[in-house]
């Protein structure tokens, strides 16, 4: 069974920066699709960035392009989500996601972390 810990989160004031982590056991970054979603008071959970099985492929919502880098550490296991220029409407709860296919439905969710960014 996969499990992803999520940490990084705090507050941060509008324009600062965190890197979120994501450590998994039970299985291997090297052969899973990997995901970070938010989810803020009131909306649904949204994708965020993600990165194929290759590692060679990258998404990222139109919201974050510029300023969120989303890479891996293969060796230590561990997804991260630079995140850069914060803004207020960056605040959510974030969750690290994996799959072992790029084309079904992430099947592995870690517990989430929290994101304040002040203004």
């Known amino acids: 069974q996969v499990q992803l810990v999520e940490s990084g989160g705090g507050l941060v004031q509008a324009g600062g920066s965190l890197r979120l982590s994501c450590a998994a056991s039970?299985?291997?970054?090297?052969?899973?699709?990997a995901g970070w979603f938010r989810q803020a008071p009131g909306k649904e959970r949204a994708l965020v960035a993600q990165?194929?099985?290759?590692?060679?492929?990258?998404y990222y919502a139109d919201s974050v392009k510029g300023r969120f880098t989303i890479s891996r550490d293969i060796a230590k296991n561990t997804v991260y989500l630079q995140m850069n220029n914060l803004k207020p409407e960056d605040t959510a709860v974030y969750y690290c996601?994996?799959?072992?296919?790029?084309?079904?439905?992430?099947?592995?969710w870690g517990q989430g972390t929290q994101v304040t960014v002040s203004s």
């Open positions: 039970g299985g291997t970054f090297s052969t899973y699709r």
């Open positions: 996601a994996a799959s072992e296919n790029d084309y079904v439905a992430y099947k592995y």
């Open positions: 990165i194929r099985r290759s590692g060679s492929t990258t």
